[in-house]
């Protein structure tokens, strides 16, 4: 069976083991506005069981593994070969990486350690055992695409506290634990940029697999064929695209992978 080459292995390695446990895809939902937004936050603060006696300190934990991840992802970027295309988000994340770095550092000196073990936790839903505040502000982040503003925030803060009141000290968290959701889903996009890269990378040592075999002994070419199909192959949009756009490069002979 065809595998990553070492650099790819340890990369993924490396992302499996600083992966947070809690949610892997991108803090994406249906774009509210201000009117939903503040339905939606009365309903959340409905739903919400909390509970005040002291938890553990996990925010920190949580984003030391997520700069783990981003910083992963950095070097990795930076290590892609010339010849290789970077996709516009992999860029994006690339040139600003300065500024997230910079966030992180901030969020690490505005989060006290054992300040969060303060703040009322929550007994139900996708963030147990995370901060109330945490995960109003990740259902924020969600439905403005990470798009903040201070009037939705406000909008958002205001209608949930007509169901249930904020203490003092949430309220004075807001703006850490934005910037802590914000990182997260930066850690969550960059995440899923890496496992598709090394996907089309994949995508690109069967083609070099197959046209290698077409070159040599075309007649063997379906033993390839078939080895592939009986490999555990990640078959995402990024496999596959890549696949077929390689393949459409190359000597019709190489169309039967395709199929």
Not at 32 to 41: C, D, G, K
Request: proline content about 5%; glycine content about 4%; overall charge positive.
């Amino acid at each position: 069976m065809q595998t990553l080459p070492l650099r790819l292995q340890n990369w993924v390695t490396d992302l499996a083991r600083v992966r947070p446990s809690v949610g892997e895809l991108p803090l994406r939902a249906e774009l509210f506005s201000v009117e939903q937004l503040a339905r939606h936050a009365r309903t959340l603060a409905a739903n919400h069981q909390v509970v005040t006696r002291q938890g553990s300190n996990s925010l920190l934990t949580r984003l030391t593994q997520n700069e783990d991840i981003l910083r992963t992802f950095n070097r990795a970027t930076l290590g892609v070969k010339p010849d290789r295309r970077i996709t516009p988000a992999a860029e994006w994340l690339l040139d600003n990486f300065y500024l997230i770095e910079e966030q992180i550092q901030m969020a690490k000196r505005h989060l006290p350690h054992g300040y969060s073990r303060e703040l009322p936790r929550l007994l139900n839903g996708p963030c147990t055992g995370l901060p109330r505040v945490y995960d109003i502000v990740l259902e924020l982040i969600s439905h403005v695409d990470a798009q903040i503003d201070a009037g939705p925030l406000s909008a958002f803060i205001a209608a949930y506290q007509t169901v249930h009141s904020l203490k003092l000290g949430e309220l004075w968290a807001i703006p850490i634990m934005l910037r802590l959701g914000l990182i997260e889903n930066l850690q969550r996009v960059s995440t899923r940029l890496t496992l598709a890269r090394a996907d089309r990378d994949l995508a690109d040592l069967w083609v070099n697999r197959l046209q290698e075999m077409a070159e040599k002994n075309p007649s063997d070419l379906v033993i390839v064929v078939a080895n592939m199909a009986k490999s555990d192959l990640p078959l995402s949009s990024s496999f596959v695209a890549e696949f077929c756009q390689r393949l459409s490069r190359q000597s019709p002979v190489l169309h039967l992978a395709r199929g």
